[in-house]
C-alpha cells in the first residue's frame, strides 16, 4: 500500500494552509467560490444539437447570450441585449440570417453589426451588438466571452473523441448550484471515491494506488496505475471482464477552468485468442459558470469498443448518472454551508489535496492577471 | 415620408449620448430604474372601489399605506405602521371613523390622531399616525406622499373624461416588475408599434407619420397627424369606418410621473348626410410606482360616442388588454436583463428617443431637486 | 382600577424615548432586530426526543450544528461543516460513536477531535471540528455556543416542572420570522391581551390590575395580583372554577435571552371542604434564534393538577396554541413591516412599555460587551 506523504501540503511555505485565499489577491491565494471567474478561456456555450433556427438565451459567466443558427448552419452567439433600449434579443425574431429585435426592430447581422434600425433614414453604422466568437467541435459549441484579441482557437483543449465514430459516448448534464472550482478539486480528488461513490467507482484498492501529479504549464495531471486487480462494475461490465484481475491505467487531467478529462485504460493480461487486450474510457467534465454560484455542467462517458452495445450504453449511461449526481449534491450541500454559515471557516489542507490546490492556484492566478493584479 | 434627422440625439451637447446617467445627480443626467423615484408628486393610490369599509393595504413609493373610507364615505390613508410597535394597522379594525390598531388596541382618527391609548390613563396626544391626503377624483383617488406641505390639488393632472357621462371607458390593470421610467418611455415611443404591436395599434404608416415634440414646463407633448389613411382596427371598428380613408390627429402627454395620456381623433373627411364626423379617443395610462422595480399600472380606454354598444366596448377592452400585455411583457424583460446582466451597458439613443430623453431628464431633475442637488 | 403613570418613558433621561437604537452601540441604547445576537448565553438546541441515533442538523445563531445522540444515549453537537471541505456533517454517518464525514471519510469522536483521515497515513491530531457543550435537561436540550471558556452550567435558568411527575405539560413549536427581541417585547406586555387576545387570555379587569415590575441582575420580573375575580376560560376549565371569583397571583419573568417563563397561582377563597384550594400554572416560552430574522420557538403550558385529565391537555393545548398563534401572527406581520419599509419609523414608547425596555436594554448592554463595546 502506498499512501502520500503525511504532512499538511504547504506549498506556500511562507504561509500557513489555514490560511485564507484572499478577495484582494495576494502572493500565494487560492481560488474559491469568491475569486472573479476566468473570462479569456474557452467555455461550452451549449451542446450543438441545443443550437437551431430558435433563439435560445442562456446565462453565461454572468451574462445572457443568445444563441442561434445561420440559414447555412453556423452557430452564433451575441450578447442578449438590444444595444438600444436592453430588449433580450432571444424574444426577437430571425429573417434569414437577420436577427431582428422584438422592440424596435433593429436588425443585425451575424457579426452583430446593425444593418438596419427602421426609424432612422439611415443605418447607424457604429451601432452594433457584441458578438461572442464561436466554435463548433461538435457535441460541444465553444464560446470566448473574454478579451476578444485573445480568442486563439489553438487554446481549445482537445475532446476529438466526443465526434469521432470510433468512440461511442453516453452523456448527461445537470444545472447545479455551486462553483466550477469546487467542482474541479471534486474531480482532482480521488479519496472521495470510496466515501461518497460507495460500490461504484470507489475501490479501496483504487484509493490505495500510488499515483504521480504533475503541473504542464496549466494543465494539472494525475497519473495512476493498478496492477492484477479486480475492476469495479463500471469498467467490468462493459468490457466483460468481472472478476478478472485487469491492470489500470488512469489519468485525470484540469485540463482548463471549462473541462476536466479522465482516461482509462484497462488491460487484460491474459486475453484469450482473438480476444481483445486493451479498452479505452475517457470521460470528459463540462463546465461553464453560469454565475459565481450556479454551473452548467456536462458529463460523457466514452469508450472505443462495443461501440453499438445499447446494453453497455444503458448500463454506462445509468452507473455514471448516478455517480455524478452524488458529486452534484455533495457539492450543492456544502455550497449552501458555505454561503450561509455566518462563521467564516479556512478549510484544512492534507497532502491529497495537492492537485486541487495547484489547480486553486492556477485558477487564482489566472483571475488575478485578467484583475490587472501582479501576483 | 417624413423621418426624423438621422443624427444621435445630443441633448447635452458636452456629454456623449452614450453617458450613462449617474447615481449621484450629475449636470445633465436621464432617470433611469436606479433614479429616487419622485416623491412630490400625486399619484394615483387606488381606484375609488377598491376602497371601503375594509381596511386594505398597498405599498406605495416603498411604503405600505392603509386605506380605507369614513362611515360617510370619505377616502383615508395612513401609514400602514402604528407608531407605537409598528403593527400593520390594516389589520385592525374600524369602530365607526376610527381605526384601532390589532395590536395594543391604540386608537386614530382618520387625521391620524391618537384618540385612544387604552393602557394610558389620558391620551397621549402627540402620538400619532401619519395621514396622507387622498384626493378622490373618481375612478382614481389620488395620494401624496411627499412633502405635505407641497401637496397642491390643483397639481392634479387632468383626467376628467374618466368621471364624465360624456365619455364611456373600458380598462384594466396590471401589477408589472419594472419601473415607471421605462414605462413612460415605452408610451412616449411610437416607433415600437410595428414590431411590438403587429397588426393591432402598429401601422407603417402612422410610424412614418410626421411628428411634433414639444416640452411645456414639465409636460411632454408629441403631436401627429395623418390623413387620408386607413385606420387600424382599434379605430375602424368602434368608428365603423373600416377600409375608409380617414384623417387621424393624435397626442401623447407625458402629463407627470403618474399620468401618460394620449388623445386621438379620427375624423371622417366625407361623411354622409346624418352621419357623425368625428370620434374622439382618450388612453390612459396610470403609474404608481410600487418600489424602484415594480408598478401598479391601470389603464382606460375612453371613447366620446357609442356609450353604450356592449359590442364596442368588449373589442376596445380585449385589444386594449392584449396590446398593453405586450408592453408589460417587453419592459419586464428588459427590467430582468438590466437588474441581473453583470456586465453594465450604456444603452444608445437614436432621435426618435428624443420624446423619452426629454421626459427622462424631467424626472431626473426632479428627483435631484428633491434630493437637494443643484444641477 | 390601576393605571400606570401617564408620562412617555424616559429610562434614559438625556435621549429621547423617540431615539432610534444606534446600530453602532451608544449609551443608553435598546435592542431590537438588528443588534448583533447574544451568544454567551445557553439556549435550547432542539427538544430531547428530537435527537437520536440519527443526526439532525439545525442552524442556530447563524450556524449549523449537527446533532446525534452517542450507544450511550448522550447528545452531541458539532458544528455542521466538516474542517476539510465543508461537507455538512450530518449528511454523513455514523459508525458508533464516531461521525464519518460523507465526503472524504473523516472521522470525529464525540469531542469534534479527528480520529481518522482515510486518506493520510497518520491522523492529523491538530484537526478537529468544533463542539459545543450540550446539557441535557429533558426534554430541553441546552447549547452554548460562544465563548467556550464561560460556558457555565449554573447560568442554566430553571424549568425543572418540565421534567417533574409533579407537574403536567401540553406544548408546541413554532419556527418563526421574527426576532427574539419582538418576541420578548411581545411577552412582557400584557397591555395587548384583550386586543391581540381577545376572549381568550385578555379579560379587561388582568390588564387593569395593579402590576409590579422590578429588574435582578439581567432577569426582569412583573408581578401582578387580581382577588376576587372572574377567570377567564384558560383558567376556569382546567381548574373547573367556572364563574367562581377566585385570586390571581401572575408573575412573568423574562429569564435570559432564551427564556421566557410565567406563572400563574388561582386561589379558590372559599374551598369546599376536601377541595383543591391551589392551582398553578407555568407557562415556559423558549426562543433560539435561527438567524436575527428568524426564530425556533417552543412553549409549554404546565399545571400542578388533574395530571392525567386528558380533557385538560386538550382544552389547554388548543387554547395555548391558538392565543401563541396570535402571537406569531402578529409578530410575523410587524416584522416584514420593519424589514421591508423604506421609511425608518422609531416606535413610540409609553409607560406599559417599561418591562420591555429594561429587556431591550440588557440584550443591547450584553451584545455590546460581546462586541468588546463599553457603554
Known sequence: MTKTSMTLVTLHPEKSALQPPSAGFEPGGFADHSTPLVMNCWYVAALSHEISRDIISRRLLGSDVALYRTLAGQAIAVRNRCPHRSFPLAKGRLDGDTLICGYHGMQFDPSGRCTLMPSMPITPG?????????????????????????????????????GSPLWKSVSGAFHMRSDYVAMHENLLDQTHFPFLHPGSIGTPEFARSSL?????????IIDRELKDSVPPGVYAMPTGLTGQAVHRYSQARFASPALHTAFAKIVNPKPQPGQQAEFLFNITHVFTPETN?????????????????????????????????????????????VRHDVQPQFDLNFAPDKPGLLMRRVLYARAAAEAGVQL
Request: zero cysteines; a negative charge.
Open 126 to 162: 457604429h451601432a452594433a451588438v457584441r458578438s461572442f466568437v464561436l466554435v463548433e467541435k461538435a457535441p460541444l459549441v465553444w464560446i470566448w466571452m473574454g478579451d476578444a484579441d485573445l480568442a486563439n482557437e489553438a487554446l481549445i483543449p482537445d475532446t476529438h473523441w466526443l
Open 212 to 220: 504521480q501529479v504533475r503541473q504542464e504549464g496549466e494543465v494539472i
Open 293 to 337: 454560484g450556479s454551473i452548467h455542467y456536462w458529463w460523457f462517458n466514452s469508450r472505443n469498443f462495443k461501440l453499438d452495445d445499447g446494453a453497455v450504453d444503458d448500463f454506462l449511461s445509468a452507473a455514471s448518472a448516478k455517480a455524478y449526481l452524488e458529486d452534484v449534491d455533495a457539492l450543492e450541500w456544502i455550497s449552501e454551508v
